[in-house]
């Protein structure tokens, strides 16, 4: 997925393909097991930890490099896909 720091919209994404965002979900959802919010979450929370690990950018930094909107957000996705918040993520790596 190349547009994963983009602000992407179901409803844009649907109109995009062709189709309604109900059907977009649930086609999406029967193809990867999981919504297109969580699929993407834990895209950026992936890509997050690599930087995390391997440069020396800040939190604040890396929240907005993988295209979340909010630190608050970043860190609520970070814990919820890692079990850890980013901090430690980066503790543990090092």
């Known amino acids: 997925m190349e547009h994963y720091k ?18 977009l979900e649930r086609l999406f959802k029967q193809a990867t097991s999981e919504t297109p919010r969580s699929y993407l979450e834990k895209i950026r929370v992936d ?14 930094e890396v929240c907005y490099e993988v ?7 970043f860190y609520k996705a970070f814990r919820h896909v890692k079990q850890c918040s980013p901090n430690e993520y980066r503790m543990l790596g090092s």
Do not use: C, E
């Open 6 to 23: 983009q602000k992407l919209i179901l409803q844009d994404i649907a109109r995009h393909v062709g189709v309604s965002p109900h059907y």
């Open 47 to 60: 890509k997050a930890a690599h930087l995390l690990a391997n440069t020396r950018l800040t939190n604040l």
């Open 67 to 73: 295209g979340f909107q909010s630190p608050s957000n």
